[in-house]
């Protein structure tokens, strides 16, 4: 009973990827239509999210920690990559930012939200600060460096400090610390706007569901490396995942199952999908194992999800 619990969470979730994947076979939807709707999610509906959850929780030392450690699993998995082309069976250069790195803004929020419920995404936050400054910081520039050979420090922090997951993220804390979230909910007018950034929170998870299963789009040739590569990813962050939560988590947070779902989560999820988005003069087999590892890791990341929702169901 317990199992069929779990698994009608995330049934909602595998609908939208079924209702997505059909918009785009039958043309319902055109693919200028989702590319609006990521920028809608990107830029409104997931920073409404964040803003509320990092209101509504205290920031601890313990979750800086927490983020800290994960931030440097993501750089030391970076640079084990580049030993790691044998069991991957590919010597393509882009294995190491595909073993490391999480897809959560268009993702994993959106799955965590739908099993452990929106008042809980503040775990699922705490997690990804880590490897969201990961990212920006190291992942974006390691792979723009594969390209063109030239990053801009500058630009590299301005992009960080002008993303709207980071701002909302800050202004949540700020929100948080000057304790003046009483007041502003106290009062009407003041309360109305956080009931509209509750509406909009409250959109993120289906655009989402139906944004990621209208591009996952696997192509048929050449899929044993993305799946020795997906297998090598999964193998590497579950015995990570589960001996963060073990060494650190569940001493830092006794008895906080959730913290230890939302680090389960994240590190089965897909690598950023931003990836594609830096590749400069990848060939067309750097490209198609790329996005095939990409697309195949979400399909995945659903089962893997499935059973962590199964075994964290008590969080």
């Keep these: 009973m317990v199992y069929l619990e779990a698994f009608s969470k995330v049934l909602p ?42 209101a509504a929780v205290t920031l601890e030392a313990g979750h800086l920690a927490v983020a800290a450690l994960v931030f440097a699993a993501c750089t030391v998995v970076l640079v084990a990559g580049r030993f790691l082309h044998g069991a991957a ?105 956080f009931d509209t950034l509750g509406l909009l929170a409250a959109v993120t998870t289906p655009l989402i569901g139906l944004v990621i299963g209208y591009e996952v789009n696997l192509q048929r040739h050449g899929l044993a490396a993305p799946i020795r590569t997906i297998s090598l990813r999964l193998a590497i962050w579950v015995v990570l ?39 400069r003069n990848a060939t067309q087999d750097e490209q198609r194992y790329v996005v095939n590892t990409l697309s195949l890791a979400t399909l995945v990341t659903m089962v893997a999800f499935t059973i962590v929702s199964v075994v964290y169901s008590q969080a």
């Design 13 to 54: 979730v595998l609908l939208l990827f079924g209702l997505g994947a059909f918009f785009r076979r039958s043309g319902f939807v055109q693919p200028s239509t989702i590319q609006e709707l990521k920028k809608l999610i990107v830029n409104v509906t997931l920073p409404a999210v964040l803003v509320l959850a990092f």
């Design 89 to 193: 069976g590919t010597p393509s250069a882009y294995l190491p930012p595909l073993l490391t790195g999480f897809e959560a803004g268009m993702m994993g929020y959106a799955i965590f939200a739908a099993v452990y419920g929106a008042e809980n995404v503040f775990n699922f936050a705490v997690v990804d600060l880590g490897q969201v400054i990961f990212v920006f910081f190291i992942l974006v520039p390691f792979v723009q460096r594969m390209g063109t050979g030239a990053v801009s420090p500058a630009a590299t922090v301005r992009g960080f400090l002008t993303t709207p997951v980071i701002l909302s993220i800050f202004a949540g804390i700020v929100l948080n610390r000057f304790g003046v979230m009483p007041a502003l909910t106290a009062f009407p007018l003041t309360n109305a706007l």
């Design 241 to 279: 995942g589960l001996l963060l939560n073990a060494l650190v988590v569940s001493r830092l947070f006794p008895g906080d199952m959730m913290l230890q779902a939302a680090v389960m989560t994240m590190f089965v999820l897909p690598p950023p999908f931003v990836i594609p988005l830096f590749m």
